[in-house]
Nanobody, 116 residues
Framework: QVQLVESGGGLVQPGGSLRLSCAASRSISSGYRMGWYRQAPGKQRELVAHFTSAFTTTYADSVKGRFTISKDNAKNTVYLQMNSLKPEDTAVYYC??????????WGQGTQVTVSS
């Protein structure tokens, strides 16, 4: 199993930036596929970005060109750099890990609010 702890959320004005962090309790350099999801009020949880392999990433169309997922294997941490934020990016953002047996692990989430 792996425990995930997100941080970095907050209130930001439209056009601003935030960087979310997801700290894992064990190594993520292999054996886990990492990703970020979000859930807005009254909506289903949706994929934001994830690693499809060690170096390949996929993004939701709504965030392409604005968000970047990255990871630091030495720190067991995955990041989500969010630029040019819009009010519709407001949501709780969750980190997810999938292991080699396709078990999913979720963090507790971090709130991102984009408002003037």
């Amino acid at each position: 199993q792996v425990q995930l702890v997100e941080s970095g959320g907050g209130l930001v004005q439209p056009g601003g930036s935030l960087r979310l962090s997801c700290a894992a309790s064990r190594s993520i350099s292999s054996g886990y596929r990492m990703g970020w999801y979000r859930q807005a009020p009254g909506k289903q949880r949706e994929l934001v970005a994830h690693f499809t392999s060690a170096f390949t990433t996929t993004y939701a169309d709504s965030v392409k060109g604005r968000f970047t997922i990255s990871k630091d294997n030495a720190k067991n941490t995955v990041y989500l750099q969010m630029n040019s934020l819009k009010p519709e990016d407001t949501a709780v953002y969750y980190c997810k890990a999938i292991d080699a047996f396709f078990n999913s692990y979720w963090g507790q989430g971090t709130q991102v609010t984009v408002s003037s």
